[in-house]
């Protein structure tokens, strides 16, 4: 035994519970270690001496009295298996509750609060599109129709992306199917946007809109026969009319857009 | 210990007498548990009749997992617990207490007391502040394992922590009492140090 063992072994040494074997290692090292001897022997003095303490009594009459209120207070209680009533009912004591958990209880509320206003009070926009509606529920009745568009242009980005990166060996007809469906949706989507970006500013979004008409046209057209030529024939539109790249300095415009305003409240302060 | 659970479980089935002679056999033990987690006759006294109470309710609960006066030790522990966090226990009170013991016993005349008995009265008091030096959960181990002989493990149940937590709980208060009553340097083999 070592003198931390015998650190962690003075407690039960102290109050005779060690094991006979732990016992005869610790008497071993206390033999040969004076520091930890002294103070083995200081600790056993320190009980020693709390050993003088006199103890309390309880007083006799009182505890009769005592007897007295336990059992009164006993036999005014109702049975364990009988409702208690109202008045005796547990009451909230909120003097006993610590500070720190109103204030998480009050976070907690707020939190809750933000997320049901957002889930279920906010507007959304509805967007006519030839005779169909089709809602866009990421957007609130404030965004514009640049904005939409845009939203517009992300998701006819997916689509191509999903079109450009097949191949051969993955390409099924599951896959085209469920293309030419959204591609379809697309579709009755972009004639909306080409009679609703009228402004100077928002005719190049116009421009690419029109150019991505024809693409998704060619793709909700295709024959259902994988692997045939018109698919490359679609990849080949979307490469040599640049739709990714010019959809993505659309979305690259629209950043620095939201971000100028910003900015210039900064060089304001 | 048949006895014992004779009773019990005449006392669950709403046997008062059964239950008065649980309580008689324990109440000396409750009321020294009370009194030393709160130093004060008075609370001890009224703290023993809580227990009481609350042991009496929580029968129909009592499977003998633990031992009953274990059991009866967890509720008290836990009573006296609440007892301080709701304040009410000032240790003022435990001072008062000695000083009021310590003023009787000089209104008896010191000349007329042997020093024996004024050296006796010291001890108490100084042995009183040191224990009201160590925190509850300190005290809860010392006493128990001090005053009350129940083993490390028999503790380590009764306040619900690990047998770890027991040891270092009660190697930091025999130390911390060593350092409050240092002064008994004799008494304490603290000479030539």
Redesign the interface.
Known sequence: MNCKQFVSKIVEALYAELTPEIKQEFDAHIATCSNCRTRYKQMQETLNFMSRRKRKEPDKTTWDDSWTVIQRKIESEPPQNEPIPAEKRFKWHPARVPAWAYGIAAMFLVVAGIFIGRTFWSAKTTVQVGGNRSTFSELSAEDSVTTQALVYLGKSKNLLLGVMNVNDESYSVITLIKQQQISRRLLQQAGYFKNALDKPDQQQLKRLIHDLEIILMQLANIEIKPGVAAVEMVKRGVDQKSILFKINVEEIRSAVRESAPDKSENNKL | MKDEWELISRAQR?D?DA??QL?ERA??NI??LA?DLTGN?HD??DL??EV??KA??SL?HFRGDAKWNSWLYRITVNTCYDHHK?GATKIMKRYEEIESVESNHVGQGSAILPDKSAD?AM??EN??KALCQLTLRERSVFVL???HDL??KQIAETLEISDGTV?TL??RA??K??QD?AF?KN????EG?
């Open positions: 709403g008062m239950f008065r309580v109440r000396v009321f020294r009194y006759r001890a006294e023993s009749q009481f109470l009496y309710r129909p709701s006796a001890i108490q042995i009183e394992r001090h005053y083993p490390l040891k009660l190697f025999i130390q009492l060593r009553l008994y008494d304490l083999g603290l140090r």
